[in-house]
Structure formats: structure tokens, C-alpha cells
């Protein structure tokens, strides 16, 4: 699919369920935990509602045709499809919406969520991104 293009209807409702499920995570767990307890809890309200989820997925790149090992993690992957990196901090760099933007462009996957827990109200803490 060509960059520029809508993403997929199906891609859209797996989306917003994860925007809900890290809404329910966040009400219930609220800030100032560590990313783990987070992508713990995200990983299994994901999975409660029936999604394919990957944890700590590897991120191989390719430099000249060879594999480089440089030990890049995808912090959850959906679906086979999209990303979330999940923080826990008190101000959100914008290298972190860098590295998605790399990750999601190393992985050729085209939708993203960063997600900072650490915030009092859910909507501060999280960016969708489309690439």
C-alpha cells in the first residue's frame, strides 16, 4: 500500500481497541509504575480480547544487505501489524517518536502507538502514528 493511503478498516478497529484497552490499563493501574507493569497488564487486556500478541518482538536491520545485530525491541506487536512502545516517564522526548517512526519503517508496518502511562490523564500520554 502506498504511503499517503488510508490504513485498512480492519487495521482502524484493532486500533481502537487498543486505544480502549490502554485507557482501561491506565485507569485501572494509573502513573507511576514501570513500563514493564505496563506492557504487562497491555499485553494481557490485548490478549483477553482475542488479539495476537507478541512481546519484546527482535528488530533486525539491515545495513548493506547484511543482518546487523543491534538489538532493537518492539515492545508490543498486534496483529502482525501494529506497534506500540510503551513508556513510563515523566516528559515524553521526542526521540521517542522517533524510534517508532524507525521501528515502524524497519519493520515495514505502517501504524504505531506511543504510549506514556505516566500521565495524569490518558489522552497526554498518547501518539498514533502513520507512516
Sequence with gaps: ????????????R???EIVDAAFCVHKEMKAGLLESVYVTCLAYE????GFKVQREVELPVFYQGVRMEVGFRIDLLIEDQILIE???VERMEPIFKAVLHNYLR???KRLGFLINFNTLKFTDGIQRIVI
Excluded at 1 to 12: C, F, N, T
Excluded at 46 to 49: D, E, G, N, Q
Design 106 to 108: 524497519l519493520s515495514q
Design 86 to 88: 510503551v513508556k513510563s
Design 46 to 49: 490485548l490478549t483477553k480480547r
Design 14 to 16: 484493532i486500533a481502537t
Design 1 to 12: 500500500m502506498p504511503l499517503g493511503d488510508s490504513i485498512p478498516e480492519h487495521l482502524e
